[in-house]
């Protein structure tokens, strides 16, 4: 079952959607990564243009190659990167940022491979930049910004702190203690947070159904 019946058209909508993990590189063959599979943001873009809105994806490294019909796929590796060709769309009417960005990078990439050694590596990490948060920072009245929200703890709370924090008009709260739910599985279950202080629980389904759930209340806001 559906939680919004209007799914409207969104032909001359113009969305921009992020997807998967990034890779920090450390050395010429290591990286910084993270579980994130990429499902949800290809499943968000692919009901997007389903449904008419000129859909711009911006990818880190996935483990599928999935043609999508409709949809400019940008092909990232890091977080510097994936805000780079964010940032260069942000004239969207509709942004959904599902990426799980690396928070922190290392703070130089050896140019060769780092060699064991006695004793332990340390690794100096430096922050890289919030890409919801810089565009929910320049956000304009008529454009509609979704950011999700991975917690362990704390859930309820952090989410709504977020949704604030980022500006962002709904925040998408994925818990990883709920079974079926999370990194890997085709499945999600998730809690709408909405500006307006309105709060969602979306029963446990398919990343692809979830897609059109959210599409549609995207769509109430539009
Ligand atoms: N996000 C982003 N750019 C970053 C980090 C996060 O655009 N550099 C976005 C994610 O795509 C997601 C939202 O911000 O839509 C929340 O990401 P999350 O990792 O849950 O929150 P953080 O703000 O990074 O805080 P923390 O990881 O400390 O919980
Ligand atoms: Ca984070």
Redesign the pocket.
Same mark, same amino acid.
Request: hydrophobic share 55%; with cysteine.
């Given at each position: 079952e559906q939680y919004f019946v209007n799914s409207g058209n969104l032909k001359g909508k113009k969305a921009l959607v992020?997807a998967g993990p990034t890779y920090e590189p450390i050395d010429p063959v290591r990286f910084i990564g993270n579980h994130s599979s990429g499902k949800m943001g290809y499943a968000i873009a692919e009901e997007l243009a389903a449904r008419g809105a000129k859909v711009t994806l911006v990818s880190g490294p996935v483990a599928f190659d999935k043609p999508l019909p409709g949809v400019n796929i940008v092909k990232v590796m890091t977080?510097e990167e994936?805000?780079e060709s964010?940032i260069n769309e942000d004239d969207y009417d509709i942004a959904v940022?599902?990426?799980?960005?690396?928070?922190y990078t290392p703070s130089s990439v050896s140019e060769t491979k780092i060699k064991k050694t006695e004793g332990n590596l340390e690794l100096s990490l430096k922050k890289? #930049?919030?890409?919801? +948060?810089?565009?929910g920072a320049s956000k304009k009245e008529s454009q509609v910004l979704?950011?999700?929200?991975?917690?362990t703890d704390n859930e309820q709370e952090?989410a709504a702190k #977020?949704l604030k924090? +980022?500006n962002?008009d709904m925040?998408?709260l994925?818990s990883l203690n709920d079974e079926g739910a999370g990194f890997g599985y085709d499945t999600n279950k998730v809690t709408f947070f909405f500006k307006n202080g309105d709060k969602k629980d979306v029963a446990l389904k398919s990343k692809k159904l979830l897609a059109k759930d959210i599409i549609d209340a995207i769509t109430e806001l539009l």
């Open positions: 992020s977080a994936m805000y964010c940022m599902a990426a799980a960005v690396a928070d890289t #930049k919030d890409i919801l +948060k810089t565009l979704v950011g999700f929200a991975l917690e952090n #977020k924090d +980022k962002a925040l998408i994925n």
